[in-house]
Each structure stands twice: as structure tokens, then as C-alpha cells.
């Protein structure tokens, strides 16, 4: 019996191959990993344009079913939460902070006058620069 296993010898993976196994998939992960990360900046970008574009909706739609002269006298004197808090039955989902509502890393600014139809102003807070939407 012994004779009949030596002939059967089972071959497992030398080191050398597993090292180079080892080393492509590292050499992969090393070039992933930067595409990731961008990915997930770019996907939280887009959560925070999209929702500033649902805060602008909410004010048309806001400004339509009050009426802009009804409206337009006391939102300047508001401070964008209490401008939020008037929008949410305008908003879908959304939490009760104005801060919560914007993704982490970003920060938005309401218009201060109705009349002129200005859009909410998006700012990375990272870099203080305004996103053009």
C-alpha cells in the first residue's frame, strides 16, 4: 500500500507560486483603492447637489402653494433652520435638522430673498469652495 501512495503524491502550491499570487492581487488592490476612494467622493458629492436641488424644489413648491407674497416678507428674517422647518412637509424623508438633511463635509445656505429665485448656495467645507450645480 505504501508503494501505491508514493506514486500518488499529492502537489500543493510551491512558495514561490503562492507569493506570486499574493503579489498580483496586492498589485491590484494597490491600484483599486484610489479608484474607490474617488468613487465614494464623488458619490457623496452628488448626494449633496442632490439634495440642495430637493431643498430648491421644496421652495418653489413652498413659494407656489403659499403664495410668494405671502411668504416672501417673513423668510428673510428666518434663519435657514426655521426656512427648513417649513419645508419639510415639501421634503421627502427628511430629517428635522437643516444639518442633518446636508451630507457630512458640506454645508448649505438658503436664499435670503424670495423674489430674486437664488438657489441654495452648496459649499464644501473642506475647501470653503462653492459647488456650481
Not at 505504501?2 to 496586492?26: D, M, R, T, Y
Not at 413659494?63 to 417673513?74: D, E, L, W, Y
Request: no cysteine.
Amino acid at each position: 500500500m505504501n508503494a501505491h501512495f508514493k506514486n500518488h503524491i499529492s502537489k500543493g502550491f510551491s512558495l514561490v507560486e503562492v507569493l506570486a499570487a499574493v503579489s498580483i492581487i496586492g498589485i491590484i488592490a494597490f491600484l483599486a483603492i484610489p479608484n474607490i476612494v474617488a468613487i465614494k467622493q464623488d458619490s457623496e458629492r452628488n448626494l449633496a447637489i442632490s439634495r440642495a436641488e430637493a431643498v430648491n424644489m421644496a421652495i418653489v413648491s413652498f413659494m407656489q402653494s403659499k403664495g410668494r407674497a405671502n411668504v416672501a416678507p417673513t423668510w428673510a428674517s428666518l434663519n435657514d433652520q426655521q426656512r427648513y422647518a417649513q419645508l419639510l412637509p415639501y421634503l421627502s424623508f427628511a430629517p428635522a435638522n437643516f444639518t442633518d438633511f446636508i451630507p457630512k463635509g458640506y454645508s448649505a445656505t438658503m436664499p435670503t430673498n424670495l423674489n430674486a429665485l437664488t438657489k441654495v448656495a452648496l459649499v464644501e467645507t473642506d475647501t470653503s469652495t462653492g459647488i456650481p450645480y
